[in-house]
């Protein structure tokens, strides 16, 4: 209790101030994972995997070849 | 196919119901149906993507010809259809056949696909086939069942044992008994085991292991590898959405697996082998899988086996001629379709890179992860082995 504390521009401890930091960019993941729950689009090759996916549903349950 | 069949009936006028216009065809007219989906089926010879097909490949499983090559069959193919059904079934067949250039499709795919024997091996496992069996046997032999009540049902009776107890008609695509291989039940169990290493979960009536010819060559790797690869995407399923640290997902490994997958189950197919059985099997066995599949069947009714599912009305049937379907039915009924269409995707290959992985754990309308979903849960069930568990290996 008798350590002298240094106190940095914000007013705060600077080790303290590490803390707040990195909980405010876990805070901000956290809100970025919130807001953008939906996975980014497939491309190249997954988003062809989904195609070929489809078409043998269509094939399987003899639908026309779809028009691409 | 014959699943296939009853859809193209229902969606073909308003009220139609295709399960029951299907299963009032002849014998003779269901065979030439399946003989006009073999002689349609996809047999891409050219380049897709820069890649050669080879022979086995979902785009061509086979260059066995059909029967609509020879001159009987010609000539039979020229004459006019039946009004009856078999001209809509037979219309969609020829429909589904594209000409070959330009390549506008990722699977190559340019004709009819049949399911993989992958769904003739779980729908077999409900023990399906021999508990239709004895309903056939007693109605054959007595009224134990009573009688089939409507001329649908004795139509239904005289298909089903015509097409699928007894020795097929010779020539056809459906011979696959002769005097080397004349137990087809054994000849199931063979190609079951060729392809997964495995046999089904039932022997003969008696609880005796059943007698076949088990082959040297056979995928004994498939299980743990399949199982291997379900865990992986699983993994991948679960952070998803996990946009922040250190991803456990691993798109090399799934890549890896599903190449030896790809690789294992296109030894067994080299130059088109056990396309042929692939495509009896799964015709048959969805045949009996359409029967269960509704209630509006008279066959069903006649059977007092109306229930809200097709493993309920199974374990009806299965009640009342004194032989017990599987508990995990309804596990093998859900797993069919999606374990079949996956293994499909696997064997054109398209997942052997890293970059195809995504689409097996990442949620797109119709695409592969929701039956990865459906194939995960019911495979974890069948098995008691948990996919969405991480193996334990002993150190």
Known sequence: MGDSINVGASGLNPSNQTVVDSLTEIMELFRQQVVNKTPPPLEGVADQAVQAFREINEALDLKPAPKR | MFRSFAKVLTGSAAGMNGPKVLMQLHPADLTALLELAWDNRSDRTDLVNLVELKLGHPARRSSTPGFGTTWFGRAAYASSLPGNGVDVIAAALKNKKTPIPPPVSVTGLNGVLWDHLIYAYMIENTRVYEIFRRVVHEFLHGEKLGVPGSAESQSWL???????????????????????????????????????????????????????????????????????????????????????????????????????????????????????????????????????????LPIIKDLRAEAASPEERLFKIAQRVGLPAHGLSKNYFDIADSISRILIEIETGIFNTPAGAPALYTPAAGGPEEAMQTIIRHWSIITGREMKARRVTPS
Not at chain 2, 174 to 199: E, G, L
Not at chain 2, 214 to 243: Q, Y
Not at chain 2, 257 to 274: I, V
Request: glycine share 2%.
């Open chain 2, 158 to 296: 005289r298909t089903t044992e015509e097409l699928f107890y007894r020795d097929p008609p010779p020539f056809f695509i459906t011979a696959v008994t002769s005097h080397v291989r004349a137990d087809i039940y054994a000849t199931r169990r063979n190609a079951y085991q060729r392809m997964f290493a495995m046999d089904l979960n039932h022997g003969t009536d008696d609880n005796k292991s059943y007698p076949y010819v088990k082959a040297e060559a056979a995928n004994s790797e498939f299980v743990n590898t399949f199982e291997a690869f379900l865990r992986e995407v699983w993994i991948g399923i679960e952070n998803v959405n996990n946009f922040s640290g250190a991803k456990p997902t691993d798109n090399a490994k799934i890549a890896d697996l599903a190449e030896k997958l790809h690789d294992m189950l296109m030894t067994r197919r080299q130059n088109g082998n056990l396309s042929r059985e692939e495509f009896v099997f799964v015709s048959m066995l969805s045949w009996f899988h359409l029967t269960v599949d509704t209630d509006t």
